[in-house]
């Protein structure tokens, strides 16, 4: 069994993720690129933040930033986690899951 872990370093975000954040939705963080191999996959870039759709063990449902929709593996993306600190400040710090 593999535990979850997080990064100490709060994610820096985008204006995208930022809305995001605002909007209360689920959000990824893209770590590896990835080229469609179908119209119903989605290319992202490493770096990228996209609003979590949906999800299975091994692939995503997401939104880029222009409005595309689409499935990634699960690999090559990270959960962000919303946590708020004592100030009620809300941060962010990058999870993982081990699949």
Same mark, same amino acid.
């Given at each position: 069994?593999?535990?979850?872990?997080?990064? +100490?370093?709060?994610? !820096?975000? %985008?204006? #995208?993720?930022?809305?995001?954040?605002?909007?209360? &939705?689920? +959000?990824? @963080?893209?770590?590896? %690129? #990835? =080229?469609? =191999? *179908? *119209?119903? /996959?989605?290319?992202?870039?490493?770096? /990228?933040?996209? /609003?979590?759709?949906? $999800?299975? @063990?091994?692939? #995503? !449902? &997401?939104? %880029?930033?222009?409005?595309?929709? $689409?499935?990634?593996? =699960?690999?090559?993306?990270?959960?962000? /986690?919303?946590?708020?600190?004592? +100030?009620?400040?809300?941060?962010? #710090?990058? $999870?993982?899951?081990? $699949?």
């Amino acid at each position: 069994m593999c535990s979850q872990k997080r990064y +100490i370093q709060p994610a !820096k975000l %985008n204006q #995208f993720a930022k809305e995001l954040m605002k909007r209360g &939705v689920s +959000i990824v @963080k893209v770590v590896l %690129n #990835f =080229k469609a =191999k *179908n *119209n119903r /996959e989605l290319s992202v870039t490493d770096g /990228e933040y996209l /609003e979590l759709l949906d $999800g299975t @063990k091994t692939w #995503f !449902k &997401v939104r %880029n930033s222009i409005d595309q929709v $689409g499935y990634c593996p =699960k690999m090559v993306l990270r959960v962000i /986690e919303r946590h708020r600190s004592a +100030i009620a400040r809300p941060s962010i #710090f990058m $999870g993982y899951e081990c $699949g």
